[in-house]
């Protein structure tokens, strides 16, 4: 325990209270859930960020994106706009958030791309600006629910599982441990490659006493792509790095970099932090402070589409900056009957696989 638990835990309570009130209302009916003819699945979960919900939006845009007409819609965290947002070739991470930015630079060609704090309002525009969309992506909206979905996906980290987390602000989940209830599938993310079978069945045990019976639970792993340039002058990627990051629960990715560059420094924000032209000024004296041993700066894609800023271009267009992607590492099984159960979803609201 720490030394100022004893003050946080009536403000914990009366979270708690206040949430699971808002949850039993939804649960009896007082509060209305919509339900819409097109198909939504929902990927978020119990706590504050950091369990990879932008990759998992990603893993499952690359494997239903030959099969159906999609759309992906997110609150668009940090960006400066409000209301519902369709991204166009004119928004930037500051009008539509840095993740929904980041899915758009990405799958734009393909994907609509739309950012909405009420999902329920921001469903409608989505049929009405592409009418032929088969299914709607929602990044964190496991809280929203107004909305009715028709999937759920939950996610929790290896390094910090739910059932082991408090409620805000004694720890970060957002609503009791029993809101997994609502699950169809939960998704531990972030796991170590050598995580025992031993182990995975005691996570199971815990997490199965919040879920329904015959809620599934898979193991996924971080895979890191290889960098790519970004900038002008990131032609060749060297091993003496300067590592840029601005996610949450950022362990692994630091573990990661470490271990296959010589990690000059690392200059850590917070989540979705929002750069501004002193943060980039610091990062150009670092790389300068090591120019002798040939540095090139490395973010992550997330934080790469905030660089993209104009006003940051004079600063940034002699430095060579490379992204590094990460992607969920899901085993063949178990994304095989991951995709089973959403694509049973999906046909069961009468939508059909182009395949």
Same mark, same amino acid.
């Given at each position: ?78 960006? /400066? ?15 539509? $958030? ?18 909405? !704090? ?8 989505? &049929? +009405?600006?592409?009418? !032929?969309? !088969? ?13 009715? #979905? ?56 815990? &997490? ?22 970004? #900038? ?5 990627? +060297? ?5 840029? #990051? ?18 000059? %420094? =690392?200059? %850590? ?31 992550? !894609?997330?934080?790469?589409? /905030? ?13 060579? &900056? ?5 992607? =969920? ?13 959403? #694509?049973?979803? &999906?046909?069961?609201? $009468?939508?059909?696989? %182009?395949?």
């Amino acid at each position: 325990m720490r030394l100022y638990d004893p003050i946080l835990y009536p403000f914990a309570l009366l979270y708690d209270g206040i949430t699971r009130l808002r949850n039993r209302l939804f649960d009896i009916g007082s509060k209305k859930s919509v339900e819409f003819t097109i198909p939504t699945i929902v990927v978020g979960n119990l706590s504050v960020g950091g369990t990879g919900k932008t990759p998992m939006i990603e893993f499952l845009i690359e494997r239903l994106i030959g099969q159906y007409k999609l759309a992906t819609l997110s609150r668009g965290y940090g960006r /400066k706009t409000s209301g519902v947002l369709i991204a166009g070739e004119h928004d930037t991470a500051l009008s539509i $958030g840095d993740e929904s930015f980041q899915i758009f630079t990405k799958y734009g060609q393909n994907v609509l791309v739309a950012v909405g !704090e009420a999902r329920i309002q921001a469903i409608p525009e989505i &049929i +009405m600006e592409k009418p !032929e969309t !088969e299914v709607v992506l929602l990044d964190d909206a496991y809280q929203h629910r107004y909305l009715k #979905s028709d999937f759920n996906i939950l996610l929790t980290t290896f390094q910090l599982p739910f059932f082991k987390d408090k409620i805000l602000p004694l720890g970060t989940l957002r609503e009791h441990r029993k809101g997994a209830i609502r699950a169809d599938v939960v998704i531990m993310t972030k796991c170590p490659e050598d995580m025992s079978e031993d182990m995975k069945g005691e996570c199971r045990l815990e &997490i199965s006493r919040y879920t329904n019976e015959n809620c599934p639970v898979f193991f996924a792993g971080v895979k890191y792509g290889l960098p790519y340039g970004v #900038s002008p002058s990131a032609h060749k990627m +060297m091993g003496n790095i300067i590592l840029l #990051s601005g996610i949450a629960n950022n362990k692994v990715l630091i573990d990661h970099v470490h271990s296959h560059y010589n990690v000059l %420094e =690392v200059l %850590e924000y917070p989540d979705h932090y929002r750069y501004s032209i002193n943060d980039i000024q610091k990062m150009v004296q670092t790389f300068r402070h090591h120019l002798a041993r040939s540095p090139v700066i490395l973010t992550t !894609e997330k934080d790469m589409v /905030k660089l993209k800023d104009l006003e940051f271009n004079e600063y940034l267009k002699e430095i060579p &900056i490379f992204a590094l992607p990460i992607k =969920v590492d899901l085993k063949h099984t178990d994304e095989d009957k991951l995709m089973d159960m959403i #694509s049973m979803t &999906i046909i069961e609201k $009468g939508y059909k696989s %182009e395949l």
